[in-house]
């Protein structure tokens, strides 16, 4: 049909034409600008402390999927496994005046959250859980960060496709008081599919900003050398946003 | 007096480029989950009340497979589109475009004076007396504008996490993220199908002269 075949042309020509635009420095420079434009209306529209809904425990959903890594096979991971993680460690390092290095049994002492939330995935689809762990903050502050950290960097035991899993915040949201180092999914112990033993929550943000299966939290001043320097295992391998508050 | 407003050609074809960019975009967002929920949460086919075909690339912002980069165009274009549609609204009401050309007076509700309108659209009659649209043209400008462009918005604003803290409240009065998620993809197919109607109908009535009026603004008739 010809008129098909226009609407094939005429779509083709305007996908080329933005994917030209998108390949420009100038192209380049308006998508991420984009993406700051919404981070500055969030941070403007919504109170830094301001909680991500939290449900009843009539909402959790029957099975809470995992994405991506989903049974680590690298390296210590399956040692770890067969030990029941008895002997991992959390370190918390980088930019802070007293490095920690906690046991599982140290994060359980600590003062706890717990929190049922909606984890939003960025390809569309939502589950609820119930999570529990210490807050980022009693941990940082506790390692009493330094005035020049800018950012929270998360290290992570997976390694997908050839490249170890990370992500990273800002300060904002690493002291949000939702943000926690959960080891406790719907009152057991975190599955391996959901990040054993510790998984972070970043509830005002997407799935893929919640690194599973930590091993590091590492205060840093800037991203640069860090993985690629864009912030995050997805950010560096296939452009994903940084902030993920969209 | 134009036949249109210097504000309404320059928000048309804004919008255009807009709705465009964001529908081929979120097509391949669609792709790269294409179930749909309603309530809360859902992410298993027997949780979904609709499995949406996969579109081709042909149709998609870019033309292959990559979430990050429709992301990053559906991301930039909400702006324009979003203060667009503020602009067109805050301009209509001020110039009097919506009062005079868009609202509808109760008569013409009545079945009857609807069935004259449908029957002449049927004989593909667009000579209407007196008023610059007929009543179904004011139906479906004042639907485009007043509730799927912006239920695009909303709904957009509803899904996004970052902006929940605060807009929660929308978010429950859409019914739940992925209720809030259902409505912009089918507010997204509604506004395509009213593309497709429109474009049609404009062809039907004089592509050249619709389309340099929309351009030059044209005179008043």
Same mark, same amino acid.
């Given at each position: 049909?010809?008129?098909?075949?226009?609407?094939?042309?005429?779509?083709?020509?305007? $996908?080329?034409?933005?994917?030209?635009?998108?390949?420009?420095?100038?192209?380049?420079?308006?998508?991420?600008?984009?993406?700051?434009?919404?981070?500055?209306?969030?941070?403007?529209?919504?109170?830094?402390?301001?909680?991500?809904?939290?449900?009843?425990?009539?909402?959790?959903?029957?099975?809470?999927?995992?994405?991506?890594?989903?049974?680590?096979?690298?390296?210590?991971?399956?040692?770890?496994?067969?030990?029941?993680?008895?002997?991992?460690?959390?370190? $918390?390092?980088?930019?802070?005046?007293?490095?920690?290095?906690?046991?599982?049994?140290?994060?359980?002492?600590?003062?706890?959250?717990?929190?049922?939330?909606?984890?939003?995935? $960025?390809?569309?689809?939502?589950?609820?859980?119930?999570?529990?762990?210490?807050?980022?903050?009693?941990?940082?502050?506790?390692?009493?960060?330094?005035?020049?950290?800018?950012?929270?960097?998360?290290?992570?035991?997976?390694?997908?496709?050839?490249?170890?899993? @990370?992500?990273? $915040?800002?300060?904002?949201?690493?002291?949000?008081?939702?943000?926690?180092?959960?080891?406790?999914?719907?009152?057991?112990?975190?599955?391996?599919?959901?990040?054993?033993?510790?998984?972070?929550?970043?509830?005002?943000?997407?799935? @893929?900003?919640?690194?599973?299966?930590?091993?590091?939290?590492?205060?840093?001043?800037?991203?640069?050398?860090?993985?690629?320097?864009?912030?995050? @295992?997805?950010?560096?391998?296939?452009?994903?946003?940084?902030?993920?508050?969209? | 007096?134009?036949?249109?407003? #210097?504000?309404?050609?320059?928000?048309?074809?804004?919008?255009?480029?807009?709705?465009?960019? #964001?529908?081929?975009?979120?097509? =391949?967002?669609?792709?790269?989950?294409?179930?749909?929920?309603? !309530?809360?949460?859902?992410?298993?086919?027997?949780?979904?009340?609709?499995?949406?075909?996969?579109?081709?690339?042909?149709?998609?912002?870019?033309?292959?497979?990559?979430?990050?980069?429709?992301?990053?165009?559906?991301?930039?274009?909400?702006?324009?589109?979003?203060?667009?549609?503020?602009?067109?609204?805050?301009?209509?009401?001020?110039?009097?475009?919506?009062? +005079?050309?868009?609202? =509808?007076? +109760? +008569?013409?509700?009545?079945?009857?004076?609807?069935?004259?309108?449908?029957?002449?659209? #049927?004989?593909?009659?667009?000579?209407?007396?007196?008023?610059?649209?007929?009543?179904?043209?004011?139906?479906?400008? !004042?639907?485009?504008?007043?509730?799927?462009?912006?239920?695009?918005?909303? =709904? !957009?604003?509803?899904?996004?996490? !970052?902006?929940?803290?605060?807009?929660?409240?929308?978010?429950?009065?859409?019914?739940? +993220?992925?209720?809030?998620? =259902?409505?912009?993809?089918?507010?997204?197919?509604?506004?395509?199908?009213?593309?497709?109607?429109?474009?049609?109908?404009?062809?039907?009535?004089?592509?050249?002269?619709?389309?340099?009026?929309?351009?030059?603004?044209?005179?008043?008739?």
């Amino acid at each position: 049909m010809k008129r098909r075949n226009f609407l094939v042309a005429a779509g083709a020509a305007f $996908v080329a034409g933005c994917n030209r635009i998108a390949e420009t420095d100038a192209g380049k420079a308006v998508l991420n600008a984009a993406e700051s434009w919404h981070k500055s209306a969030h941070r403007l529209l919504v109170d830094r402390e301001a909680l991500a809904p939290e449900y009843p425990k009539s909402a959790i959903s029957p099975f809470f999927r995992g994405n991506g890594s989903t049974d680590p096979q690298n390296g210590d991971y399956p040692r770890h496994v067969e030990e029941g993680f008895a002997n991992w460690r959390l370190e $918390v390092g980088g930019l802070v005046a007293n490095p920690l290095s906690l046991s599982l049994e140290n994060i359980r002492r600590l003062p706890q959250r717990t929190q049922i939330t909606r984890h939003d995935c $960025v390809e569309g689809w939502s589950a609820i859980g119930e999570w529990t762990g210490p807050q980022l903050s009693v941990l940082l502050d506790a390692a009493r960060l330094s005035e020049d950290a800018r950012f929270i960097v998360f290290r992570c035991a997976d390694n997908l496709s050839g490249a170890d899993y @990370y992500e990273s $915040v800002d300060l904002i949201d690493a002291y949000h008081p939702q943000t926690i180092v959960a080891h406790t999914l719907n009152g057991e112990p975190l599955p391996i599919r959901n990040g054993a033993p510790l998984r972070m929550r970043i509830e005002r943000q997407l799935g @893929y900003k919640h690194a599973k299966y930590l091993t590091a939290v590492e205060a840093v001043a800037s991203l640069d050398g860090i993985g690629d320097g864009q912030g995050g @295992y997805w950010e560096d391998r296939a452009g994903y946003q940084w902030y993920a508050g969209i | 007096m134009k036949r249109h407003a #210097l504000s309404t050609r320059l928000w048309h074809w804004l919008n255009l480029l807009c709705v465009v960019t #964001l529908f081929m975009s979120g097509l =391949t967002i669609s792709n790269a989950h294409p179930r749909l929920y309603w !309530g809360d949460w859902g992410f298993d086919a027997s949780q979904a009340w609709l499995i949406v075909p996969r579109f081709p690339d042909w149709m998609t912002i870019p033309g292959y497979y990559s979430l990050s980069v429709a992301r990053d165009w559906h991301i930039l274009m909400a702006w324009p589109f979003a203060l667009g549609l503020l602009f067109m609204w805050a301009a209509m009401l001020i110039n009097r475009h919506f009062k +005079r050309d868009i609202v =509808t007076a +109760r +008569r013409e509700w009545r079945p009857s004076a609807i069935r004259r309108d449908i029957v002449e659209h #049927l004989k593909l009659n667009f000579d209407h007396q007196g008023a610059k649209y007929n009543f179904l043209q004011k139906l479906a400008y !004042g639907l485009v504008l007043g509730v799927f462009l912006p239920m695009m918005v909303f =709904t !957009g604003i509803s899904i996004s996490p !970052g902006m929940e803290p605060t807009f929660g409240w929308l978010v429950d009065l859409l019914g739940g +993220r992925q209720s809030a998620r =259902t409505l912009h993809f089918l507010f997204a197919f509604a506004t395509a199908a009213f593309f497709v109607v429109h474009v049609v109908l404009v062809i039907l009535a004089g592509p050249i002269r619709q389309i340099r009026d929309m351009i030059t603004g044209g005179r008043e008739v």
